[in-house]
């Protein structure tokens, strides 16, 4: 069966780093785009960074660009989110996502989510 499974979250201090991992199993993982989603309490899952196929383009939220970089390990079905710089207000449930073409049409696909806590 499809898993996305993160891992990497925690605490970290404002101005910290934190390395997310989604490794990805149940489908041909180089032939799909992947993404990171955000969900802080009491507010709407955003998308955070996507990364297509390849890992020849990267897109980012406004909020996140410049700090985040999204990353891909084709070999070992792994996605990475290096969170820089981190603020108060990335504090988040953080979600790996894709979305996968089955018989029955596209199928969307999110991991449990890990923690990220950023404060003093």
């Known amino acids: 069966q499809v898993q996305l499974v993160e891992s990497g979250g925690g605490l970290v201090q404002p101005g910290g780093s934190l390395r997310l991992s989604c490794a990805a199993s149940g489908f041909t993982f180089r032939n799909y785009g992947m993404s990171w989603y955000r969900q802080a309490p009491g507010k709407e899952r955003e998308l955070a960074a996507v990364?297509?196929?390849?890992?020849?383009?990267?897109n980012y939220a406004d909020s996140v660009k410049g700090r985040f970089t999204i990353s891909r390990d084709d070999t070992n079905n792994l996605l990475y989110l290096q969170m820089n710089s981190l603020k108060p207000e990335d504090a988040a449930v953080y979600y790996c996502y894709t979305r996968l073409a089955t018989s029955l049409g596209p199928r969307d696909y999110w991991g449990q989510g890990t923690q990220v806590t950023v404060s003093s």
């Open positions: 990364i297509t196929t390849g890992g020849y383009s990267t």
